[in-house]
């Protein structure tokens, strides 16, 4: 009875739920993860891939099969529904490599589905039938129901898993990799091959940009960041060309719209004009800058996405972590080892050929056959007298005479004795022998051979499979500088409280959800905060705004009194870094300390004030003038310059003062085509009100502003300055239509901003060549290759006359393909003036 108690006791514990959990849940994940979402380093396929790939190969005639034929087949082999097997061959065929389909299979830019199975088609591409089958360097095993044989992995020639990626959940982890480009694998392959360095980098088929800086070679914890392509259609319109990868039209046309809904972006509607190439159309709202717009849809919509690849495959029958660059060297040296098997195959099977043609001729050859006619009392006797009349001849061959090759050559036709042609059996020989040389000479070379098979690869296969996805630098956009003002900031200056929620108190201005808030209050103190509903900064609050950070321009000037002593001081400073929430105190932290007087100037202004003392005060003089200017700049913390020790009554504003700040240094960085002031790229000079000019290859010219968040295009700029409107403009254009270069010497006579103008003659095909703001220049034109290459100088402002604008030009030379020109380099002489070289 006891012991029947124990054995209950042990069944429960199986049977209930720790057992299920420590048993029946570990099978189940090591399931999930082996046989279903994650694929194998061999073939780079899931099982549910190798199976529906197995069962096409058992169908393929040439001719295209039902897709519902195809999943009824692969249920042979594959142990789940017809759904799941549905699913995965229509994400094999949308990947455009190894199936060839017909019909609608959807759109992986649209999110379109496809058809469904009863009416859409499919056969192996010429590609996989072959890279990914050979019956005879095939690993088998039974199928799950041991009715069918199944390879265990496809003989793979080919790194498919880099080149299709792949996605799948698992239990306790997920894989991740993603796709690259056909050719650049080949190539790739090919260097490793050859012991060479070799770079990789995804490309999908949507196209779009991805930055790859922090790809980290496809390793946990890398990212990319990938881009739609934005273009400015005109200054109301914007155009999105392309989708990132993994994001369809539709996803990303709400996403644009719930930006626009939350009043971080605003436009008037977006529209979807997609059909055989993306096209979403984005209308802007009236007066809303189209550079800040592109900004901002990358910064709050999915026109960028950043995506983590996490390369988990099977290795062995276990999950490893590995590198773009370990799985294409894995998949190069797979296919090393299948081309020698192949080889090896192949050898065995022409030294077997050559083993029986040489039977075969040695058999008539030396009528040997007439064996057969004798009368042997049993058929083992025939075969042992033939066997006996080869015995001449076995050191002939490379290996022993068999009782099958005998058989093989008395189930001879007689016909084919009388009809022998031993001169056909000795080209045969020789050919054979030809065959085996050329193999063992591949064996023995096999890196060359692998190579050779890469490169027809790439030849037969990889036209129209060229780079999707530009490879692209992204510069870092600051939310806070995009974002729309889409809320309204008010004040309760007496109570000290600052928020969106007091609307019944001082409106302050508009700010959007992403900005800080600067404020100072009577009592010296300063605080940035957060934009919230309602922030408590400090009674009697005197001035806020936006707060810009690292602003090196906006100067506040302050005259304090300090509780203790009674002096009153003057101070200038920048606030360029705080901690959020911190309260700053601006004097010298005593008790009574108060602000007498505060400014805040944009561009480092300083005014004039008259002082008032207080009558009551001994001072003999009780008013005087303070200027601002012969304060030095210094931090938030500094104790500032003594005023006065008396008492002073009130401070007023006398005459407003002027900037003491030199212009602004802007450079222009052409790795990504913005204004800055952080010194990168082309220096432009010193800004305070002038303007920018932008020269373009089309021929075309553009004044703009020194607003940083501005986008340009670097590969359509022939030149960008400082707009000097004396300066005088030398051009050389092609006109196309007659064949001969112009040139022109003019000044801008245009003032409106952001408006290109077009100065060279218009017609198909003209462009600009050369174009420079010197005002002697020389213009150095080469022609001609080789020994016959001819150069000239030619000094503009000599030979042409400055014109209007619009004016066509003089004839320069004419056309010539072979010509290249350039304007001659200058330097600065010791005054700063331009001096020709030599």
Known sequence: MAKEKQENRVFENETGVQGQYKNWFLDYASYVILERAVPAIEDGLKPVQRRILHAMKEMDDGRFNKVANIIGQSMQYHPHGDASIGDALVNLGQKDLLIETQGNWGDVRTGDEAAASRYIEARLSKFALEVAFNHKTTEWQLSYDGRKNEPVTLPMKFPLLLAQGADGIAVGLSTKILPHNFCELIEASIKCLRGKKFELYPDFQTAGMIDVANYNDGKRGGKVRVRAHVEELDKKTLVIRDVPYGVTTTQLMESITKANDQGKIKIKKVTDVTAAAVEIQIDLAPGISPDITIDALYAFTDCEVSISPNACVIVNNKPHFLTAHELLTVSTENTKALLKKE???????????????????????????????????????????????????????????????????????????????????????????????????????????????????????????????????FDTIQVKHVAIANTKLYLNRAEGFIGTGLKKDEFLCECSDYDDIIAFTKGGTMKVVKVSDKVFIGKDIIHAAVFQKNDERTTYNMIYLDGKSGVSYAKRF????????????????????????????????????????????????????????????????????????????????????????????????????????????????????????????DGSYELTDTELTQRFEPDKIALIEKFDPEKIISAVYLDADKQQYNIKRFKIETTTLKTQFAF???????????????????????????????????????????????????????????????????????????????
């Not at 056959?369 to 080869?390: G, M, N, P, R, S």
């Not at 005459?655 to 030199?662: D, P």
Request: glycine share 6%; hydrophobic share 35%; charged share 35%.
């Open 343 to 473: 080889l090896e195959i192949k050898l065995a099977e022409l030294e077997d050929k050559w083993h029986y043609t040489s039977l075969e001729k040695i058999f008539f050859e030396e009528k040997i056959y007439k064996e057969l006619e004798q009368k042997h009392a049993t058929w083992d006797a025939v075969i042992e007298a033939i066997d006996k009349a080869f015995t001449p001849f076995k050191k002939k061959l490379k290996r022993a005479i068999e009782r099958e090759d005998i058989l093989k050559l008395t189930e001879k036709p007689v016909r084919r004795i009388y009809r022998l042609d031993i001169n056909e059996l000795n080209e045969q020989i020789k050919s054979i022998e030809a065959e085996i040389k050329q193999v063992k000479f591949d064996l023995e070379n096999l890196t060359d051979f692998a190579v050779a098979y890469f490169d027809m690869l790439l030849k037969k296969f990889g036209k129209g499979r060229e780079r999707k996805t530009e490879i692209k630098e």
């Open 574 to 697: 920048n606030v360029t870094g705080v901690t959020r929430e911190k309260e700053y105190d601006l004097t010298k932290g005593t008790e009574k300390s108060k602000v007498h007087y505060f400014t805040a100037n944009l561009n480092g202004e300083a005014e004039v004030v008259k002082i008032i003392l207080s009558p009551n005060c001994s001072a003999r003089i009780k008013e005087l003038d303070f200027f601002f200017e012969e304060l030095e700049i210094k931090g938030r913390s500094s104790m500032g310059n003594q005023v006065t020790k008396y008492p002073i009554k009130t401070v007023k504003l006398k005459e407003a003062g002027r900037s003491t700040l030199a212009g602004r240094k802007l450079w222009f960085d052409d790795k990504f085509g913005r204004l800055n002031a952080e010194e990168k790229g082309q220096y432009l000079g010193s800004f305070e009100d002038e303007k920018i000019i932008v020269f373009y290859h």
């Open 760 to 838: 060279i003659k218009e017609g198909e095909g003209n462009r600009l060549e050369a174009v420079t703001t010197e005002p002697e220049p020389i213009l150095e034109v080469q022609s001609g290759r080789g020994q016959t290459i001819r150069k000239a100088k030619f000094k503009v402002a000599k030979m042409v006359e400055v014109m209007g604008w619009k004016a066509v030009g003089a004839k320069l030379t004419d056309y010539n393909k072979t010509i290249e020109m350039q304007w001659e380099q200058k330097h600065r002489d010791d005054k700063g003036q331009p001096e020709l070289f030599g």
